[in-house]
């Protein structure tokens, strides 16, 4: 069966979008088919990690929520650039990417009129059937609204990313009791930027005892991530690096749960 993952912060900055693009090349390179869609439509900007150009997209996530395409059509298949080469005609792994528009017009139109977000349910479910998805991974807008809601509401897997921070800490404690009010079947503690020399064990403990699940993972702040500026995936510039070995292991958990 296919699985729907999505990604939150509660606050900007936690490195989510990060986070879930190297998941879903981690993902795919055990032979999955594996796609991305970016519903930060107000804040749109994962497909820089995957180097894609927004100049070269004929349609985007905002083009079928306003009827101009279907979903199929704003997929972008990213394989060979992340992955590698795949021999023609293999049907896995595969990686497709469907991103927003970064048209300054098409933002300020979603902020001045919104969309209908029953459809973007609809094209969720045609993208995971029409591409023969294995996994789709839904990089949310941070923070609580509508969207966000949908994406939780319809996920078998919630990704909660956060920093080891008191403001993330709180703010996250009300998208965990979404989740639950939600009934999302798995959840998913991710704890991001933890700094060196920080008692790792008495922070899980603190997370774990704050929201009442499992943390997933403690990802180390990484010099070379910042340094890397978002400029690409930092799992294949960097695959044994300690942080690309922990989203490795947190993306076999996601994929045996």
């Known amino acids: 069966m296919p699985k729907i993952i999505s990604t939150h912060s509660f606050r900007g900055g936690t490195g989510k979008s990060n986070t879930t693009a190297n998941l879903a090349v981690l993902t795919a390179k055990r032979g999955l088919r594996v796609g991305v869609i970016d519903t930060d439509i107000q804040s749109p900007g994962i497909h820089v990690i995957f180097g894609f150009d927004p100049k070269s997209a004929k349609s985007s996530l905002n083009d079928y929520l306003w009827g101009r395409c279907r979903i199929e059509e704003a997929a972008y298949d990213m394989t060979e650039g992340c992955i590698g080469q795949v021999h023609t005609g293999d049907e896995r792994p595969r990686l497709f990417?469907?991103?927003?528009?970064?048209?300054?017009?098409?933002?300020?139109?979603?902020?001045?009129?919104?969309?209908?977000?029953?459809?973007?349910?609809?094209?969720?479910?045609?993208?995971?059937?029409?591409?023969?998805?294995?996994?789709?991974?839904?990089?949310?807008?941070?923070?609580?609204?509508?969207?966000?809601?949908?994406?939780?509401?319809?996920?078998?897997?919630?990704?909660?990313?956060?920093?080891?921070?008191?403001?993330?800490?709180?703010?996250?404690?009300?998208?965990?009791?979404?989740?639950?009010?939600?009934?999302?079947?798995?959840?998913?503690?991710?704890?991001?930027?933890?700094?060196?020399?920080?008692?790792?064990?008495?922070?899980?403990?603190?997370?774990?005892?704050?929201?009442?699940?499992?943390?997933?993972?403690?990802?180390?702040?990484?010099?070379?991530?910042?340094?890397?500026?978002?400029?690409g995936l930092f799992a294949n510039r960097y695959p044994d690096h300690p942080l690309s070995v922990s989203l490795k292991r947190l993306s076999d958990e996601l994929m045996t749960s």
Not at 126 to 152: K, R
């Open 97 to 231: 990417l469907i991103p927003s528009s970064l048209r300054t017009g098409e933002i300020a139109r979603v902020l001045r009129e919104g969309y209908d977000v029953a459809k973007l349910n609809d094209g969720i479910h045609e993208l995971v059937e029409g591409l023969n998805l294995d996994v789709l991974f839904i990089d949310t807008h941070p923070g609580v609204n509508e969207e966000t809601l949908l994406s939780i509401a319809i996920s078998d897997a919630l990704v909660l990313t956060l920093r080891p921070d008191q403001q993330d800490f709180q703010g996250t404690a009300v998208t965990v009791e979404l989740a639950r009010r939600l009934e999302v079947p798995r959840m998913f503690v991710v704890v991001n930027k933890v700094p060196e020399g920080i008692d790792q064990d008495l922070l899980r403990e603190q997370v774990e005892a704050a929201y009442q699940c499992q943390v997933a993972a403690l990802l180390p702040l990484s010099n070379e991530m910042v340094k890397l500026g978002s400029g």
